[in-house]
């Protein structure tokens, strides 16, 4: 039962809540008993700006963060409060927030998957430094509380009384205003911006229920963060969820419970409800791991990768693989169960140019002597990368839509394989070849299918920036795409939109490719203004589902080849090609 503690990436995370309980607990009765659970969420989400300016410029995620919810608290202190109450000034000030933060991350840096992992938190990923942070807003929040709770706890009560014996000051909410945001900026790596609320109001809110004494309830809400965070980790483990969504679900079950026993009775009966529900809902929450297969345990990012090492290990081969069809690589946040899997494993296959970064934390965290292999170091053929923004890199990471790429990787993977395993190396080869036949011959037929449609029609938008590699290959022409960038995280502005309809219209395409792993709404509402077709889907990042048309790396680019040649002819013309199986 208590196996996920003897994980150190459990452990770390474990450390990093209890720390974190301390200044949840004593802040969030301060926060409940002044109203300002708004703000404290808010000043969480205002922490966006300073994110994307420490991603865009290169410095320390955490100092942007601090900075920009300072800005917020004094910001929203500031104002006058006289007619607005601190919901009103709150708003006004995290609409402004926002709305810079979005402006930095579309237009001016284009953010993306860092930017997001910081807004939901990701305990698996804590190191020394956000510990320490933890450890400063815990002790800040002790001896502020020493100082300033008795003034604090007057202002909160009897605003008058306050002012009147100078407990009221400016500066004592500002100091106030500024701890919630040190402690709010201190949380981002464990829970994210958008859900830290789940430790600075819900626990304190819970036990506000049962007790009226300050004392009593900020002992109690400490307690309680504690429990609750040590409790959500474990259970994200066993249900490989992400951890900080769910603490704040525990956080919201456990309130509800407490709040239907203070309904029922304030008494042991009340009290010895709560305590049978709790305990029922964590009885059914466990849940194991699956077994493997046999053979020798591998880790493949990716569901072209995971295929490809499919094909050659066969069933001397256990693969475990960590995205699932239609996952958004761009935007993965790494699950309890990748690392745990990772521990046994001899290979690691990951993508390279920085599309999976994240594997390297899975390896270490995991504390695996897995090798890890970057097939897109050693590659035939290669296009441009993004020359700026989180997903910087040399060259495109989506290499696999170019067949002769993926036989490259493919025998780089029976090479490893032969390596790791040497007794079983002819079975290896023999299904590399088998496989390599098959990536020739869907390189030629996509070939010939492209060849039949007139240059001057091959023209081509997609979702995203993700098909270089095929167009290169067979002589597409990329007129744009709906998000200018490698990446699904960064965001269009106005005026991209406004370019690329404009472009799409002077030169005639006919066809706009929606992506399988994207929403296509806005694919389709530049399709109906251009009278372009949107009618015809691509795998873009992942490969599709069991059932689908790309339910392999053979079926999915002959897929992708079947809706360009449609599009592109009008539907006039498709692609099937032989030999593939």
Known sequence: ????????????????????????????????????AFFSHAVGTAAFPGLVLADGLGFAAPLGAFGAAVAFSAGTAALPRRRLGYDSLTALVLVGCLASGVILASDVFRSGSQIESLLFGSLLLIDGRDVVLAAIAAGASLVAMLLLGPRWLAAGFDPLVAQSIGAGSRYLELTLLGLIALASTAALSAVGALLVTALFVIPAATVRLWTARLTRWQIASVLLAAAEGTIGLWLSVKTDAPPGATIATLSGGVFAVAALARWLAPTRFGLGAAAIAVVAVLGGCGGSGGSGNGGIEVVATTTQIADFVREVGGDKVQVDQILQPNTDPHDYEPRPSDVENAADA?????????????????????????????????LPEHVPGE??????????????????????????????????DPKDRRIFRRNADAYLAKLRALDRGIGRCMARIPASDR??????????????????????????????????????????????????????????????????????????????????????????????????EQANADAMARGFSGGKRGCRIAGIG
Do not use: C
Not at 410 to 419: A, F, K, N, Y
Not at 467 to 487: L, M, N
């Open 387 to 420: 020359s700026s923004g989180p997903e910087a890199s040399k060259y495109d990471p989506h290499w696999w839509h170019d067949p002769r790429n993926a036989e490259a990787a493919v025998t780089d993977i029976e090479r490893q394989l032969s390596s790791a």
């Open 346 to 378: 001899k290979l690691a296959f990951a993508n390279g140019d920085n599309l999976d970064g994240w594997v390297e934390d899975v390896i270490s965290e995991s504390g695996s002597d897995a090798k890890l292999v970057d097939l897109g170091a050693r």
């Open 1 to 36: 039962m208590l196996d996920p503690f003897q994980l150190p990436f459990v452990q770390r995370g474990l450390v990093e809540v209890l720390i974190l309980a301390i200044p949840a607990g004593l802040l969030g009765s301060l926060i409940v008993l002044r109203g300002l």
């Open 459 to 556: 023209k081509l938008v997609t979702d995203h920036d993700a098909f270089g590699y095929f167009a290169k290959r067979y002589r597409i022409e990329v007129v744009g795409a709906v998000i200018p960038s490698q990446t699904t995280q960064a965001q269009p502005s106005a005026k991209d939109v406004s370019d690329l309809t404009r472009l799409i219209e002077q030169q005639g395409v006919k066809a706009i490719f929606p992506e399988s792993s994207i929403s296509p709404k806005l694919a389709k509402a530049i399709a109906a203004q251009t009278g372009a077709s949107a009618d015809y889907t691509l795998y873009g990042d992942t490969l599709g589902p069991s059932d689908s048309n790309g339910a392999t790396y053979l079926r999915m």
